[in-house]
């Protein structure tokens, strides 16, 4: 997608954003973030122009693709490409969502990913089988659960959640699914040391030779990376170092290092977790430095497509 203009940036600098007051045309303003020495790249809100700049490409960012893009500042370092082809991929759908299957293997396909060598798909947990929340960690996790000491920490103005709902049951089914794919890359962790995990609402933008080379600079330019989220999903803030301030569960590379660590730290029951929310938790745990999570350097490899297919844990299930 080709930007056009007048455009009012911020500058990244040190993983801040930085406003500048006065609109401005996109080649202007990478032209003025090349010559701070910190910065890392531009982002902001543009407004159509009759005349576009079709020198530069900008990778989409944010739920409001039309308006929220970036340009990320190409690394001055030199690093050695480490990833050399792709790899496995696995993506969660439930059985009935076809078309979304359907739409992430063309996206995957029209990229170069192999899908018949490379892509896996984990069943979704179908929130509809169950009549509450608590049933689906009983069932699916194996655990013994008290509704009143469990539900207790997280209740809103003093009342119990509505484990009925289909928020709830959501949130719980999404929580337990990403777990589930993490057990599977435990159980074959020597094969690969690192493993993509995608929602099937994403879209691959990336060819996979531009992947790997991005994952190679970002596992180049950050050692000690765990998780590496592919989406951008909010337009930074990022901290200093790439990290994320959000770590969503759309479209990320796991290390396989890391997978006993995320399995420990995600047991429902804890009570160390204060949210049920799989990416706003996983976040938490970025903040108290339990995990390292960078976003892709070099500009997201994934879109999520929203536009087209809402979430699963809030739209209404199939009849």
Not at 106 to 124: F, P, T
Not at 239 to 245: A, H, I, K, Q, R
Request: aromatic share 10%; with cysteine.
């Amino acid at each position: 997608m080709a930007w056009v203009g007048p455009y009012f940036p911020f500058y990244l600098t040190g993983g801040v954003r930085i406003a500048t007051q006065t609109m401005t045309s996109l080649k202007a303003a990478k032209k003025r973030c090349q010559e701070l020495q910190d910065c890392g790249g531009i982002t902001g809100y543009w407004k159509a122009a009759s005349m576009p700049e079709l020198e530069w490409q900008w990778e989409l960012r944010g739920r409001n693709s039309q308006r929220n893009e970036m340009w990320v500042q190409p690394s001055k370092r030199c690093c050695s490409r480490s990833f050399q082809g792709m790899l496995p991929l696995f993506y969660i759908n439930l059985a009935y969502r076809s078309d979304r299957r359907e739409n992430l293997l063309s996206y995957l396909a029209g990229k170069g990913v192999d899908v018949e060598e490379h892509v896996i798909r984990q069943n979704g947990v179908n929130r509809s089988l169950f009549s509450n929340a608590t049933e689906i960690i009983t069932k699916l996790e194996g655990l013994s659960v008290s509704e009143e000491d469990f539900w207790s920490h997280f209740k809103v103005q003093g009342k119990f959640p509505d484990i009925e709902s289909n928020l709830y049951k959501g949130r719980i089914a999404s929580w337990i699914v990403h777990r589930m794919v993490w057990k599977r890359i435990l159980s074959i962790r020597h094969e690969h040391e690192w493993y993509i995990i995608v929602e099937d609402d994403v879209k691959m933008i990336d060819d996979v030779d531009a992947l790997m080379e991005k994952l190679s600079l970002t596992t180049c330019l950050h050692p000690s990376v765990e998780i590496i989220y592919l989406t951008g999903r909010q337009v930074p803030n990022f901290f200093p170092g790439n990290v994320v301030s959000y770590l969503g569960v759309d479209a990320y590379v796991v290390s396989a290092k890391v997978i006993k660590k995320l399995l420990d730290n995600t047991v429902l029951g804890d009570p160390k977790i204060n949210s049920l929310g799989i990416d706003t938790y996983l976040s938490t745990l970025v903040r108290r430095g339990v995990i390292d999570a960078r976003m892709i350097e070099g500009g997201n490899a994934f879109v999520n497509s929203w536009r087209e297919f809402a979430s699963d844990i809030i739209v209404k299930d199939k009849p």
